[in-house]
């Protein structure tokens, strides 16, 4: 029991940088709709999804791979920092700069003309962020959450005072003649260049603190411990690039496979604004997956050698299934308030009704990081890259197959279908060679019942406002009430018990 209260609370640390942080950049989604065109929204979606799927060749499974060794118990965990360090900052330099020399090809590729230049801006983005990745996983790792969490939330803020002077200080300023037009090679027609750019300001500025944190760094490439971390690391890479293909590919791919004049008035690549904004409102599941596996993947490595761990396994994923379900729930019948304050010119809401599939998207890909234990700590990562193949490959299919025929909900479905497939696939070989017992039938109920009720509430209209909204919100206490019918015993054994006199 103190091992999961250790694992709480470590993910409330965590929590607390990536669900604030995250928060306030969330909130950013008001400025950009508010300020920029759905055009702008549209290659703000499709080029981040592009920076998601290329952080993972970037950065090729290291941190988790820094996690298995560093945690060993022949292998000095210094030496696999600095070894670990060295290889990223080897390949960063690299692909960098590969990738810096091709953004004229992939800016005409891409469609988007005389415009390089954000590919080279990307390029510096993600070179940043794979040099960080594992002085961030050393704070992981030696459980310093406060400074993870502090360094994580003053990255987010420098972000956000980038974006806020420059898609809406500098115009002010210039408007009431503060500033000349032009200052500082100011621009009035950028919008998406402004995202990136505060980006790579913010990334670029925290890089030194990081690295002081994480310790004194030595330049050092072993080879004894060099191959076996890239046995272990190139299935993870291969997971990984499959499965931010399921997690982005469809906002990446949306606006190349829709069909022209698919909805009235918008073109394909602001429909993919609009289906992006709506995706940012689905994050707020999202967050609470990553605060959990921030504090959950050095846990679950350091708790893999006691005999009760499949036990703890097990608690942990029936707790989680239960929080997310209640989150899925609170956001779903709360969307008719949330995205008209979220989502500020008319057009947005039209998509509103993909995120409660989103969220359950999200909240299976949480399940599936749960599930996927199994073969990292059995060192069978090879599972990994199948099972992730066989995600990548169903999205694909359904993006190509229902995104011209039922568009938002095409890209919505690919993403809940290949969660789910890849749920089912990990579980059964997980269990076939790393038992854990998981209440499976109960938190299959929860999910079913959960999403049943998620979009009766997303659907139900009343006339009467007040009354709406007290009955939709009373839906996430009715299914609070069911969770507490159905766990009674578990809850009560968690409470201190009074003492006899």
Known sequence: MSNFKKLAGQTAVYGLSSILGRSINFLMII???????????????????????????????????????ATGKNLDSNKVYNTTQSMLITSTLLLGSGLYLLAPWLAEWLEYPGQAYLFRWTALILSFDAILAIPFAKLRLENKALIFAGTKI?????????????????????????????????????????????????????????????????????????????TYSIPLLFMGLAGVTNELFSRFLFEYVLPPNFYAGLSAREAGGVFGANFKLAILMNLVIQAFKYAAEPFFFKQSQDKNSPLLYAKVMHAFILFCTVLMIAISVNLEWMGPLF???????????????????????????????????????????????VG?????????????????????????????????????????????????????????????????????????????????????????????????????SYLPKSKKP
């Open 31 to 69: 400025v950009y709709t508010e300020y920029l065109s759905k055009e702008a929204m549209g290659s703000f979606t499709s080029i981040y999804a592009l920076v998601g799927f290329m952080n993972i060749v970037f950065t090729y499974g290291m941190e988790t791979t820094f996690f298995r060794f």
């Open 154 to 230: 003053l990255n987010i803020l420098l972000n956000i005072f980038f974006n806020l002077l420059l898609i809406i200080g500098f115009p002010y300023l210039i408007s009431n003649g503060t500033i000349p037009p032009g200052f500082l090679g100011y621009r009035s027609d950028w919008g998406v260049e402004y995202i990136l750019l505060s980006n790579l300001f913010a990334n670029g500025l925290i890089i030194p603190f990081v690295w002081w944190k994480a310790g004194v760094f030595k330049f050092q490439l072993d080879g004894k411990i060099i191959k076996p971390m890239w």
């Open 343 to 389: 989502l500020r010119q008319p057009g947005y809401e039209e998509g509103l009704f993909i995120v409660p599939t989103l969220l359950m998207g999200y909240l299976l890909l949480g399940i599936y990081f749960n599930l996927s234990i199994w073969f990292k700590i059995t060192d069978q990562t090879k599972y990994s890259f199948w099972i992730t193949l």
């Open 392 to 492: 990548a490959i169903i999205t694909i299919a359904i993006i190509f197959v229902f995104v011209p025929i039922w568009g938002y909900m095409g890209g919505a479905l690919s993403t809940i279908s290949c969660y789910f497939v890849m749920c089912l696939l990990c579980y059964f070989y997980g269990q076939k060679y790393y038992p854990i017992p998981y209440q499976t039938a109960k938190g299959a109920f929860y999910l079913l019942v959960s999403f049943a009720i998620s979009y009766l509430g997303f659907y139900l209209n009343l006339g009467v406002t007040a009354l709406n909204f007290f009955m939709k919100n009373g839906l996430i206490l009715l299914y609070i009430g069911l969770i507490f019918l159905l766990e009674k015993d578990q809850i009560m």
